[in-house]
């Protein structure tokens, strides 16, 4: 395995640890599937807004 590859391991550990950043009070051992990837879904596109925010105000927009 080449070392910029990510293995499907960080692939997993990425999603929780947004999972567990955006939502706090969630239990991820109580999630089923389904709401698991919506939450994450959620999460993913909640930090892509802050990026995305962050990258405007160092431009001044």
Avoid at 30 to 56: G, K, N, P, Y
Wanted: aromatic share 12%.
């Amino acid at each position: 395995m080449e070392t910029w590859e990510v293995r499907e391991d960080d692939y997993f550990r990425q999603k929780i640890i947004l999972l567990r950043h955006y939502f706090p009070g969630v239990n991820i051992d109580d999630l089923d599937e389904e709401d698991f990837a919506r939450l994450v879904c959620d999460a993913e596109w909640m930090h892509s807004q802050m990026v995305i925010t962050r990258h405007a105000n160092a431009l001044g927009l």
